[in-house]
């Protein structure tokens, strides 16, 4: 029993010393307003060997539940898919990007952040609206691509958007990457 006892309060220790140290490296979140109007958050967590980010845009339009919202989300959700089966071919059971319409998730290891978060920016802000991937998740013909893309262009802004990255990234280097994505794409205002 005293061994038992003896391993128990060693595998609590060391846990307790884990989760000291990962708070060490844990720094104060910091945040930026892009040049095109994204709002930036970054929270450094040296050692953790992987980068989350979590890009939501928040606004009146982008709150409806509507058909177009639903087929749009179901044209992203494909789009996650398919990254996720090239990203983990051999582990079904990780989902590292989850999509949906106006909100976007991932987490990948250091190497795999950037095509990652580039895969996750531009599915949101510049999705593929085909006339064959509509009629694909809605059966309504009358219902158009280009309908698609123009309630999209309304309701999903730069200027309204927050992207949070948090984990093995400095600040600097979470900058320097989510401008790159970017480009020089420019803030459009509110309608």
Avoid: C
């Amino acid at each position: 029993m005293k061994f038992f006892t003896t391993i128990i309060s060693t595998l609590l220790i060391i846990f307790t010393i884990n989760i000291a140290v990962a708070q060490n490296n844990m720094k104060a979140p910091v945040r930026f307003k892009l040049k095109n109007g994204v709002t930036l958050i970054v929270a450094q967590n040296a050692g953790m060997g992987k980068v989350y980010a979590r890009l939501t845009v928040e606004n009146d339009a982008t709150a409806l539940n509507n058909d177009t919202a639903t087929l749009i989300t179901n044209v992203l959700a494909q789009k996650a898919i398919e990254f996720n089966k090239m990203a983990y071919p051999l582990n079904g059971e990780v989902a590292p990007m989850n999509l949906q319409f106006a909100e976007a998730n991932t987490a990948a290891r250091i190497n795999d952040f950037e095509d990652a978060l580039t895969v996750a920016i531009s599915a949101i802000f510049n999705p593929e609206f085909s006339q064959e991937a509509t009629s694909k998740f809605y059966t309504d013909k009358s219902l158009t691509a280009e309908q698609l893309k123009a309630y999209h262009k309304n309701a999903i802004k730069t200027s309204d958007t927050y992207l949070t990255i948090a984990g093995d990234i400095s600040v600097a280097d979470a900058k320097m990457l989510v401008n790159k994505i970017f480009g020089n794409w420019k803030e459009v205002a509110k309608l």
